[in-house]
Structure formats: structure tokens, C-alpha cells
């Protein structure tokens, strides 16, 4: 083995087709969240963290690029390909697992998951959170978590852009 050999966070990028193995390795209760987390920003650590610290383990599933692209958040996006975006998803300590899916809400995979916490974003009223009712209805708990920084992908890519 060499020194440079891929890193050890490499190992939680997981494709969904292997979550149920991965999955029995995490600590319960779950969290779940999601998101295309284009370019990292702090926004985004401060919720992950946020999030993570509501369960024992924490999955985060990316949109793919097709289901970004599909979301029309511009033609250019994602800026970040989806396996660079696992990378960087994985690095981070509040995160025990990444995936991804390619529908457009990631409800199928929530299901599969069965997470006792699912979270999102404070721009996501609780009863709007996909697969909120069926985590309810199993004795989960749903999160909003209220933005703490006025940060997002959109605002850098605009302020990179000159508009």
C-alpha cells in the first residue's frame, strides 16, 4: 500500500445498491438529509452539522447531475460533478454515509433508509419535507433547521460571475 492510496473518508460514498449492508453498520437513530451541495459552503456545514447532531449517524444522499440539471437551477449545474461531490460530502466529520439518487425527490430512497430523523433546510416547511409523513408514521421525527447564514451556491455563483 502507498502512502497515496485514497483516503479513508473515500469509504463512506456508498451507491444505493449497496446501502442496505452500509446501513446496518450506522448507529441508530438515523438521520437523514439531502441536497445537490454543489459548492460547499458554509451554509451548508453549519446545517450538516446541525443535522448530525439530532441522531447517532447521519446519511446524506446528492442528487445526481441529471436530477440537479432537472431542478433548474441553470444549465451550468452542477459546477461539481456528482462523485466529486460525494468526495467532498464524505470528508466531513458530521457525515457517516453518502449516497445519491437520480428521481426527482428522494422519497424511494427514504423508504429504503427508514430514517427515524429526517431534515431539511429552513426553507422547507416540516409537512412539505418528502417522506415527512411516512418518518411521522413510523415514529420518526421531521426538522426544519432554521438558516443561520445567508449563504448559498446560487449567490457565489453570482458573485463569481460578475452579476
Not at 2 to 26: G, M, N, R, T
Not at 49 to 62: I, K, P
Not at 66 to 88: C, F, H, Q, T
Not at 146 to 162: E, N, W, Y
Amino acid at each position: 500500500m502507498s502512502q497515496y492510496d485514497a483516503p479513508q473518508f473515500e469509504l463512506k460514498i456508498c451507491a444505493p445498491e449497496e446501502l442496505p449492508l452500509k446501513l446496518a453498520q450506522l448507529a441508530r437513530p438515523l438521520v437523514f438529509t439531502n441536497g445537490c451541495f454543489d459548492i460547499l459552503h458554509r451554509g451548508h456545514v453549519t446545517y450538516l452539522a446541525q443535522a448530525r447532531a439530532l441522531g447517532a449517524a447521519m446519511v446524506v444522499a446528492l442528487n445526481t447531475d441529471e436530477s440537479v440539471r432537472r431542478l433548474g437551477k441553470g444549465n451550468d449545474r452542477p459546477i461539481n460533478p456528482l462523485l466529486n461531490r460525494a468526495a467532498v460530502m464524505a470528508s466531513l466529520a458530521s457525515v457517516d454515509l453518502v449516497t445519491w439518487f437520480d428521481d426527482d425527490t428522494p422519497f424511494n430512497l427514504i423508504e429504503l433508509i427508514q430514517p427515524e430523523i429526517l431534515v431539511k433546510g429552513g426553507d422547507w416547511l416540516p409537512e412539505n419535507i418528502v417522506g415527512s409523513k411516512e418518518v411521522l408514521a413510523r415514529g420518526g421525527t421531521v426538522h426544519s433547521i432554521p438558516f443561520l447564514f445567508d449563504t448559498s451556491t446560487t449567490k457565489t455563483l453570482q458573485m463569481i460571475r460578475g452579476e
